[in-house]
């Protein structure tokens, strides 16, 4: 890693159980970096503990969520670049200097992605390979693990994206995706997650269930057409079958045929216009990267 200022951010809600070590080993491993611990309202030690590890303690009064600590950790963070990880034990801080190297290759942000064994249930694998196919589609690129909270990103690129980012555990989807949209080079590199210490705060369906509305949410802000095209598509197509049967059997066109064409044409000029405003959304970000004279990186042959 060239010499650039590291901040490690961990966002912990009731992580006395392994907050402690979790900080320890960072601190033995990166001395000069910054650990910071956005303490997401927890109501047990973690504060106390985190502080006594090592780390400088952010604090909030009552919990925000997963991606609110994140948020609060990139905006006082004072590193160049950030790593974000669980304070659970999941993530091992000697898969650090990995992530770190992949950036100095050229991409903008690394993502660890969790091998099929790393996956805390089987339910939840499933969930997940759903996810990174949908979102591969949508974004044209392979996703390889839409939703590892495990990353390096230079810190400047990931504030531009802030205000999109969500509250709750669904910040990894809308990064990734808001950086694949921009332009930017995302890397995955493979690690292996080890088993959480304590109780998981991911509830399967109802954050299932987020996680899905955010990734087309996401879609709708970076590929819209992906989203309208295929309803209008299949709206215009039922119109016309709908059309034919009624020709064939009455000789007439009917309101209901009328109606889903319309529809569908309806359907396809929204998907337009929101294809346009979503280039206006990132028109600065098009800017900058062309002030900076940023290039995708060179893939040399091995």
Request: overall charge positive; hydrophobic content about 45%.
């Given at each position: 890693?060239?010499?650039?200022a590291?901040s490690?951010?961990?966002?912990?809600k009731?992580?006395?159980g392994?907050?402690?070590?979790?900080?320890?080993r960072?601190?033995?491993?990166?001395?000069e970096?910054?650990?910071?611990v956005?303490?997401?309202?927890?109501?047990?030690?973690?504060?106390?503990i985190?502080?006594?590890?090592g780390?400088?303690v952010?604090f909030h009064?009552y919990?925000?969520?997963?991606?609110?600590?994140i948020?609060?950790g990139?905006r006082h963070a004072?590193?160049?670049?950030?790593v974000?990880?669980?304070?659970d034990?999941?993530?091992?801080?000697?898969d650090?200097?990995?992530?770190?190297?992949?950036l100095?290759?050229g991409?903008?942000?690394?993502v660890?992605?969790?091998?099929?064994a790393?996956?805390?249930?089987?339910g939840?694998g499933?969930?997940?390979?759903?996810y990174n196919?949908?979102?591969?589609?949508m974004?044209?690129?392979r996703?390889?693990?839409?939703?590892?909270?495990?990353?390096?990103?230079?810190?400047?690129k990931?504030?531009?994206f802030l205000h999109?980012?969500p509250n709750g555990?669904?910040?990894?989807t809308t990064i990734?995706m808001?950086?694949f949209?921009?332009?930017?080079?995302v890397?995955?590199?493979?690690?292996?997650a080890?088993?959480r210490?304590?109780?998981s705060?991911?509830?399967?369906?109802?954050?299932?269930i987020?996680?899905?509305l955010i990734?087309f949410?996401?879609?709708t802000?970076?590929s819209p057409l992906?989203?309208f095209?295929?309803?209008a598509?299949?709206?215009g197509?039922?119109?016309?079958?709908y059309?034919?049967?009624?020709?064939?059997?009455t000789?007439?066109?009917?309101?209901?045929t009328?109606?889903?064409?319309?529809?569908a044409v309806t359907?396809?000029?929204i998907?337009?216009v929101?294809e346009q405003?979503?280039?206006?959304?990132?028109k600065?970000t098009?800017?900058i990267q062309?002030?900076?004279g940023s290039?995708?990186?060179i893939?040399?042959e091995?």
């Amino acid at each position: 890693m060239k010499k650039t200022a590291l901040s490690i951010v961990l966002p912990a809600k009731n992580e006395a159980g392994a907050v402690g070590n979790t900080v320890a080993r960072i601190c033995t491993l990166y001395p000069e970096a910054e650990v910071l611990v956005v303490d997401d309202g927890s109501t047990d030690d973690t504060a106390a503990i985190a502080r006594q590890a090592g780390a400088r303690v952010l604090f909030h009064p009552y919990s925000l969520g997963n991606g609110g600590a994140i948020k609060t950790g990139a905006r006082h963070a004072n590193g160049d670049v950030l790593v974000f990880m669980d304070a659970d034990g999941q993530h091992d801080p000697a898969d650090i200097p990995r992530l770190l190297e992949r950036l100095d290759q050229g991409f903008d942000m690394v993502v660890g992605a969790r091998s099929n064994a790393s996956q805390a249930s089987v339910g939840r694998g499933l969930a997940n390979g759903f996810y990174n196919r949908l979102a591969s589609w949508m974004t044209g690129q392979r996703i390889q693990d839409l939703t590892s909270g495990f990353r390096a990103v230079y810190a400047d690129k990931f504030h531009e994206f802030l205000h999109l980012l969500p509250n709750g555990f669904s910040y990894p989807t809308t990064i990734t995706m808001a950086f694949f949209r921009a332009g930017y080079m995302v890397a995955y590199e493979p690690i292996i997650a080890s088993k959480r210490v304590g109780k998981s705060h991911i509830r399967i369906v109802r954050d299932g269930i987020r996680f899905l509305l955010i990734i087309f949410k996401i879609g709708t802000l970076y590929s819209p057409l992906k989203i309208f095209f295929p309803i209008a598509f299949l709206q215009g197509f039922a119109g016309l079958s709908y059309y034919a049967f009624t020709y064939f059997n009455t000789g007439r066109l009917t309101g209901g045929t009328v109606f889903m064409l319309t529809s569908a044409v309806t359907i396809f000029l929204i998907g337009l216009v929101s294809e346009q405003i979503t280039q206006l959304m990132y028109k600065d970000t098009v800017h900058i990267q062309k002030k900076e004279g940023s290039s995708p990186p060179i893939q040399k042959e091995k």
